[in-house]
């Protein structure tokens, strides 16, 4: 088992940019969710889905910030355009139904925003 | 919805001393609480856990325990060691069903000094 796969490991990039987060979850896993990580807000939880659907984005901080989940092996998080506030360690996270699991995290993504 | 409290926000211990770090949730609903270990540049991953059917759960230095009652769980970390330094995340949730996401709490730093 790979465990949760993330790309890239760091992005930096500057004011104004695009920038597109990647995420694989574990095979089999059905949750997926997108966590943003700071010093001063800690573990935040962005958006999760369940079977590819996007179940509660409440945590998503502004129409800047999209996420989506085409197939069961893949989502992705956008930022349009990025702000300096923005840099962060983005995590993604995965896990099943089945009542006996926890979420297991991926390596995460280092965003800077200049 | 759910809210956790985690206390203390740091921990400073010598090492060989026990470690205690204590969670308070609200939704008297929730019934699954793991706790998760995170080392500078990792990520969080998942140390031990507990569900509302057990009082106590123990896995060599490490013990949780939970009290339904009071809705609060505590982390017991015992001879503490210089690489149980890290920060540690409390976490709650309505296990199965609809919901599939956990509610963490803050982060404790532990300190251990050798």
């Known amino acids: 088992d790979a465990g949760v796969i993330q790309s890239p490991r760091h992005e930096v990039t500057e004011m104004g940019q695009e920038v597109t987060l990647r995420c694989k979850p574990i095979s089999g896993h059905d949750y997926l969710f997108w966590y943003r990580q700071t010093m001063m807000r800690g573990l935040e939880l962005l958006i999760y889905f369940n079977n590819n659907v996007p179940i509660d984005d409440s945590g998503m901080p502004e129409d800047r910030f999209s996420a989506k989940m085409p197939n069961a092996s893949f989502s992705t998080l956008k930022i349009q355009p990025s702000e300096p506030r923005d840099s962060a360690v983005y995590f993604c996270?995965?896990?099943?139904?089945?009542?006996?699991?926890?979420?297991?995290f991926g390596p995460g993504t280092r965003l800077t925003v200049l | 919805g759910e809210n956790v409290e985690q206390h203390p926000s740091t921990l400073s211990v010598q090492e060989g001393d026990s470690a205690v770090i204590k969670c308070t949730y609200s939704d008297s609903a929730s019934n699954y609480f793991p706790w998760y270990k995170q080392e500078l540049g990792k990520r969080p991953q998942l140390i031990i856990d507990i569900r509302s059917n057990v009082g106590e759960k123990k896995d060599q230095r490490i013990a949780v325990t939970l009290n339904k009652t009071a809705k609060h769980f505590s982390l017991h970390i015992t001879e503490t060691q210089p690489e149980d330094s890290a920060v540690y995340f409390c976490?709650?949730?309505?296990?199965?069903?609809?919901?599939?996401?956990?509610?963490f709490g803050k982060g404790t730093k532990l300190s251990v000094k050798p």
């Open positions: 996270a995965s896990r099943r139904t089945v009542s006996t699991d926890t979420q297991y």
């Open positions: 976490a709650a949730s309505i296990d199965g069903g609809s919901q599939g996401n956990l509610i």
